[in-house]
Nanobody, 117 residues
Framework: QLVESGGGLVQTGGSLRLSCAAS????????IGWFRQAPGKERERISC????????SYADSVKGRFTISRNNAVNTVYLQMSSLKPEDTAVYYC????????????WGQGTQVTVSS
């Protein structure tokens, strides 16, 4: 199970930190990705972090503004979002992918992020 939290309403230029808390599986064995989906748009993968926390990847749309991190001791992944723009408005989801898989096995329910102009 994955549970996202930390979403909300923020003004342009503001910051938010999303959390993704995991339970029910061996967290250390799973890479975690953050995705978002805005109304009328396709889901976009915006960041991913490996099992050890190394080699984070970012979509061009968020590179330099968002930072992904994980704390395996508390089974949680974070997404620090800064310099937020109205186009960042979306429902944000986290998902877990085992090291042997090519697709994500577990998904959270999502948290809404709204950036006002």
């Amino acid at each position: 199970q994955l549970v996202e939290s930390g979403g909300g309403l923020v003004q342009t230029g503001g910051s938010l930190r999303l959390s993704c808390a995991a339970s029910g599986f061996t967290f250390d064995d799973y890479a975690i990705g953050w995705f978002r989906q805005a109304p009328g748009k396709e889901r976009e993968r915006i960041s991913c972090i490996s099992t050890s926390g190394g080699n984070p990847s970012y979509a061009d749309s968020v590179k330099g503004r968002f930072t992904i991190s994980r704390n395996n001791a508390v089974n949680t992944v974070y997404l620090q979002m800064s310099s937020l723009k109205p186009e960042d408005t979306a429902v944000y989801y986290c998902a877990a992918r085992s090291s042997m898989a090519t697709s994500f096995d577990y998904w959270g329910q999502g948290t809404q992020v709204t950036v006002s102009s």
